[in-house]
């Protein structure tokens, strides 16, 4: 059964925090682009692959699939037991910023995406329903995450991504958003 998210609810308690917390979060990796063009904000300014624009639609994606999940269970999700070369295309694509994609662009779905979470999460009945995981090499056999669970890792996923925005926006032009 599919759930879903009405508008307009206005969360409290432990929903009120989580999506404070995550939006705490958001800010910083959306800081770590102010000001720049396309051109800087698919720039690689360190050994790794990663870009500031990467980072945001990699933290979108992850975001996306995960409330997905909150929504729908495994089936929301790619199978990663055996992926094909297309699929890790796709996942690699997901760390860059294409031809024709632009910065505001990237922003906006990260908005939209942002938008959606804080409207399933606020609407939810429970934190504690819950759903197997689907499989993949990184998730235990016969796990299941509730939708609590799940907001631990897409605040960790947000928050250890906007650090790594705020090395790469420093090594681009000294720009600081964290501090």
């Given amino acids: 059964m599919t759930?879903?998210?009405?508008q307009q609810h206005t969360p409290?308690?432990?929903?009120?925090?989580?999506?404070?917390?995550l939006a705490h979060h958001r800010?910083?990796?959306?800081?770590?682009?102010?000001?720049?063009?396309?051109?800087?904000?698919?720039?690689?300014?360190?050994?790794?692959e990663l870009c500031l624009a990467g980072l945001v639609k990699h933290?979108?994606?992850?975001?996306?699939?995960?409330?997905?999940?909150?929504?729908?269970?495994?089936?929301a999700m790619p199978d990663f037991e055996a992926p094909t070369e297309a699929q890790r295309q796709e996942y690699a694509d997901g760390f860059r910023m294409l031809p024709g994609e632009t910065?505001?662009?990237?922003?906006?779905?990260?908005?939209k995406v942002a938008a959606h979470t804080d409207e399933v999460i606020a609407a939810l009945s429970d934190l504690d329903k819950s759903w197997p995981l689907p499989?993949?090499?990184?998730?235990?056999?016969?796990?299941?995450?509730?939708?609590?669970?799940?907001?631990?890792?897409?605040?960790a996923e947000t928050a250890?991504?906007?650090?790594?925005?705020?090395?790469?926006?420093?090594s681009l032009d000294g720009a600081k958003s964290m501090g």
């Fill in 3 to 6: 759930e879903t998210a009405p």
């Fill in 12 to 21: 409290t308690g432990e929903r009120a925090d989580w999506l404070e917390i």
């Fill in 27 to 48: 800010s910083f990796l959306r800081r770590t682009t102010r000001d720049l063009t396309d051109e800087q904000a698919a720039r690689r300014t360190t050994a790794s």
């Fill in 59 to 75: 933290v979108t994606a992850v975001e996306r699939n995960w409330t997905e999940f909150i929504l729908n269970g495994p089936s």
């Fill in 103 to 111: 910065l505001a662009g990237i922003l906006a779905d990260y908005e």
């Fill in 135 to 155: 499989k993949a090499p990184w998730h235990e056999p016969g796990g299941r995450w509730s939708v609590r669970r799940v907001l631990m890792h897409i605040c």
């Fill in 160 to 170: 250890q991504h906007a650090g790594h925005a705020d090395i790469i926006r420093e």
